[in-house]
């Protein structure tokens, strides 16, 4: 199938970025510095700037970090009453205009323009 369009590494979610591009600059620079950097990791298997080798290792490494926290996270499904509880009790107190005054009124001569004329 040859439409022109690139092909897609695995893992790879948006079209790769220009070379110049800051975002990827960027993202390659931390992968190159912190290699254990999730993010830089996640950035550059979804823009697909790395090999297609190291792609489809730090694709199957991604999936099992997503995987772990997915199982982690689901442990406790029900909030307790306390919790719910709590939240009610600390409802944020919201100032009247009519109360409170910040002293940001304008001065008589604090016009802009008013030096000009």
Not at 1 to 30: C, W
Not at 35 to 51: F, T
Request: net charge positive; glycine share 12%; with cysteine.
């Amino acid at each position: 199938m040859s439409d022109g369009a690139p092909k897609q590494k695995i893992g790879q979610k948006h079209p790769t970025p220009t070379p110049g591009n800051g975002d990827r600059v960027f993202y390659e620079t931390l992968y190159n510095q912190r290699p254990d950097s999730e993010m830089a990791q996640e950035w550059c298997v979804n823009y697909g700037v790395l090999s297609e080798e190291d792609a489809a290792k730090m694709y199957k490494k991604i999936l099992k970090r997503k995987a772990a926290a997915k199982s982690v996270g689901s442990s406790s499904p029900v909030k307790s009453e306390k919790k719910i509880a709590s939240k009610k009790k600390k409802a944020k107190k919201v100032m009247d205009d009519v109360e409170f005054d910040a002293g940001m009124g304008a001065g008589g001569d604090e016009g802009i323009g008013i030096g000009a004329l």
